[in-house]
């Protein structure tokens, strides 16, 4: 019933930039909260920034004043813009979603999409 489909990946050198976006499509009411995780094998999927549906902003602290999460509640997306981008931002990268659809939530995950930082 939701479709969440992100954009922007690829390969970058350290220090460079990228910018993620993730677009949310189906028979939506509203969304609350929108996010970003990423995830590395053998290691549990973490947080890196999320953002209520007032645009108030969460982050990890690995990834404080390097990147910047952001909405556009009228196209259901949301963004991620890295700076600054280390080694160890390479993980896969995935969009989430809190999703309101005739009276229920539903928690909702994008495919991933991968990032990698490296000379």
């Known amino acids: 019933q939701v479709q969440l489909v992100e954009l922007g990946g690829g390969l970058v050198q350290p220090g460079g930039s990228l910018r993620l976006s993730c677009a949310a499509s189906g028979s939506i009411f509203s969304i609350d909260t929108m996010g970003w995780y990423r995830q590395t094998p053998g290691k549990q999927r973490e947080l890196v920034a999320a953002?209520?549906?007032?645009?108030?902003?969460n982050y990890a602290d690995a990834v404080k004043g390097r990147f910047t999460v952001s909405r556009d509640n009228a196209k259901n997306t949301v963004y991620l813009q890295m700076n600054s981008l280390r080694p160890e931002d390479t993980a896969v990268y995935y969009c989430?979603?809190?999703?309101?659809?005739?009276?229920?939530?539903?928690?909702?995950w994008g495919q991933g999409t991968q990032v990698t930082v490296s000379s």
């Open positions: 989430h979603a809190n999703v309101w659809i005739l009276g229920r939530i539903y928690d909702s």
């Open positions: 953002i209520s549906s007032g645009g108030t902003p």
